[in-house]
């Protein structure tokens, strides 16, 4: 169970750096120009690796009811 929520942090930090250097700069640049959110794609972010890493545990993690 340690391994697999070892994997996991492991996998979200990879995203987390992928998101960070390249979409991010990218959205920021193409998608809100004049605007200067930055902090709002971080939140979509974080909502986002949240509920993937959510959604994992939660197929990962066997039934209680047997």
Do not use: D, H, Q
């Not at 794609?41 to 690796?49: E, K, Q, T, V």
């Amino acid at each position: 169970m340690f391994v697999m929520f070892g994997l996991l942090g492991f996998m979200a930090g990879i995203v987390a750096n992928f998101t960070a250097k390249f979409i991010i700069p990218w959205l920021l640049a193409l998608v809100f120009p004049t605007v200067g959110l930055e902090w709002m794609l971080s939140g979509f972010a974080g909502a986002f690796l949240t509920v993937l890493l959510v959604t994992v545990w939660a197929y990962v993690t066997p039934s209680s009811e047997t």
